[in-house]
């Protein structure tokens, strides 16, 4: 593919489909904030509970596309997320945001789920960069020593999944009902290393620098199988390994997010380290998780393909995580994977009749029936956040 059509293809899918969706069908103006559930024909629920990590990614999305191309409306997207974020989600008595709240701004779930504090602390520094707002970063720093008094684990290091609302012990870890109710997982670790790489673009504090190299290290010792190199999955507190299921689109994720994590710390050895493994993550993907039409599956068990559904977000990560290997190898197969992603994701994920992308296609191509457009889960930050990603990067 041409880079300049690339280039092109991108900028377009991010300011004519993907951003102007949000803006134009999920502010909600009767109660503020934004609306928690709209269906794939756009009928909003409006009695839906919102979102801690759908909110904290609009405010992601829109913060990192105002840096990219300054905008009164993308600013006001922004602000909009961070006021809703502040005046609802935040327990101002314990500190740290609320896991849910209602259609009112009520707390619905109060535990303080350390996958949607994390979330909050990258949405707050993104927004520290783009606006220099003192206050956010000063919330994020907040957060980040929330998570390093009550979440960490000094004996095994880490993190515990989730707390009560005060902080204490709780033996509901899950992040949803598809999650395996252990104490530590994959998913929970990668989104606090992309959040403390976030936070230590704008906060250089030296315990935010320990923090960030020792969670590489955890990543690197615990999280990734070195035989095969696949992310597991879930862990006891000891890192015992509690399921040998296999996740292609949070491989290839983790495998830039890594990358990118390490650079931004800046230590040549572990970034060594880091792209050897990233490399391998891409490979192993690569040969095991790639279908004949570009597009990745969703999982994999120790026997064979698990799930053959095509989800969106997989395949924004592809993408950039093919892209980053090439990058890093320099072999063309990588370049033309991430190529292919892009072209799966405009033949089959993109919604040119109603906005935004499918949830997902079956093993025909089919658009999966009954998914959102909108929900806590569906949200603008992975096909963003990849339109803007790939544009940095073939930009130079």
Known sequence: MDKLDW??????????????????????????????????????ERQADKGLVLNARILWTFASAHRLFPSEEYLETAQRAYDYLLEHFLDREHGGLYWMVDCEGRPAQDKKQVYGQAFVIYALAEYALATSNREALDLAADIYRLLEKYSYDPVHKGYIE??????????????????????????THLHVLEAYTNLYRVWKSPELRHSLSELIEVTLDHIIDPQKAHFWLFFDEEWQVKSRHISYGHDIEGSWLLVEAAGVLG??????????????????????????????????????????????????????????????????????????????????????????????????????????KVSPWKCPYHNSRACLEMLGRLQG
Not at 10 to 21: H, T
Not at 163 to 187: A, C, H, I, Y
Not at 289 to 310: F, M, R, Y
């Open 7 to 44: 280039i092109q293809q991108l900028r377009q899918e991010l300011q004519d489909n993907i951003l102007p969706f949000w803006i134009n069908h999920t502010v909600d103006t009767e109660r503020g904030g934004f609306i928690g559930f709209i269906d794939q024909e756009l009928k909003p």
């Open 162 to 187: 989730a707390l009560s609302r005060d902080w204490k012990q709780t033996g509901d870890f899950s992040l949803s009902n598809k999650d395996l109710n252990e104490k530590k997982s994959m998913n």
């Open 267 to 372: 230590d040549p050895a572990l970034l060594q380290r880091v792209k050897e493994t990233a490399a391998a993550m891409a490979e192993a993907v690569y040969n095991e998780g790639v279908d004949k039409d570009g597009g990745i599956w969703n999982e994999a068990g120790p026997s064979g393909l698990t799930d053959t559904n095509k989800d969106w977000w997989p395949q924004a990560e592809a993408m950039v995580g093919f892209y980053n290997a090439y990058q890093l190898t320099g072999d063309e197969r990588y370049r033309t994977a991430a190529a292919n992603s892009w072209k799966f994701i405009q033949t089959y994920l993109i919604d040119r009749e109603r906005g935004e992308w499918f949830w997902g296609v079956d093993q025909s191509g089919a658009s999966l029936p009954g998914e959102p």
